[in-house]
């Protein structure tokens, strides 16, 4: 763990919002899971009602591979906080975990709600245009896939392994790359 992380939990150890902050940025950057996973942990027994630490929470099991897990978390989360002006965050997480569980419908309709809450979170838009391709509405992906570019138009697949270090389940990385592939964004 790298030392402004330390900092940040020495400063409040006990701190629900801080250990859940850590967690997520930790399995973000695919440096330590399991330290990743027990600060998550940690964060929702710290505070078992708070709605953040619970979202985080759910992240951090996406990025670990865990998307049962992390559906689990997530939907604590939307019990917890139904009006979260942060919805958005948490069905597009949802909306990851049921791609890698390979429920691509299920993916689409989370998808598509977090773009109505939150139409310029691109990370939405690719997972939206991705579920789309896979349940063979490439038409539909298509236009997806056009919204990414708009919010970000220097937008590569190629640059995905780059830029998020998931740990996907076997063959989902694959699915997701194809199925982007499928819309016509570029390599």
Not at 37 to 60: D, I, K, Q, Y
Not at 64 to 75: H, K, M, T, V, W
Not at 96 to 124: E, G, I
Not at 155 to 179: C, K, M, T
Request: aromatic fraction near 10%; hydrophobic fraction near 45%.
């Amino acid at each position: 763990m790298s030392f402004r992380y330390t900092q940040a939990l020495d400063s409040d150890p006990n701190d629900p919002e801080i250990v859940a902050c850590v967690a997520r940025i930790i399995a973000f950057l695919g440096r330590d899971d399991d330290t990743a996973l027990e600060l998550a942990e940690r964060s929702t027994e710290l505070s078992p009602n708070f709605a953040l630490a619970w979202n985080h929470r759910g992240w951090v099991n996406m990025n670990c591979g865990r998307p049962a897990e992390a559906l689990a978390s997530l939907e604590r989360t939307l019990a917890l906080s139904p009006r979260d002006p942060m919805e958005y965050d948490t069905l597009t997480a949802m909306a990851w975990a049921r791609f890698a569980l390979r429920d691509y419908q299920r993916s689409v309709d989370l998808a598509k709600r977090a773009t109505q809450l939150n139409p310029r979170f691109s990370s939405t838009w690719r997972m939206l245009a991705a579920a789309l391709a896979a349940s063979d509405q490439v038409e539909k992906a298509v236009e997806a896939a056009r919204h990414v570019l708009v919010i970000e138009p220097s937008f590569r697949i190629s640059n995905l392994r780059q830029r998020f270090r998931f740990q996907y389940p076997d063959g989902v990385r694959e699915s997701y790359e194809l199925a982007l592939r499928a819309t016509g964004l570029p390599d």
